[in-house]
């Protein structure tokens, strides 16, 4: 699968800690980041990650583009609903991309994990 993983800055660190967790899951699958996040993964995790524009700089729709042309299966989007984004409208067009073209979307650290445990089943 095509998997695209994006984190808020609070978020970072569950996002490094989930990817960790499932890293032997995920480096089975095609993996894609924004450019913070997937920075993280691949120093402090090891994974192997396309590494797209940071968020607040358009990597939200690369994501979403992508995903409108089929290119991404699933998404993992660690949101921080406590912080203002600058880029709200953009992490808006993502979450309504998923939704309109039915892509799985996780926004939090519990959805991600039933997202990841019916990967890991296919
Ligand atoms: O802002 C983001 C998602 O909206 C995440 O972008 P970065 O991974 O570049 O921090």
Redesign the pocket.
Known sequence: MRIAL????RK?DDMVALATEFAPLLRQHTLM???????RLQNEVGLTVERL?????G??LQIGARLSVGEVDAVI?L?DPMTA?P?EP??NA?VRACDVHNVPCATNVATARVLLGEVARR
């Open positions: 994006v984190a808020h800055d970072k980041a924004t450019g913070t996040t997937g920075g524009l940071s968020g607040p700089l990597g939200d989007f949101r984004q880029h953009d992490i993502l």
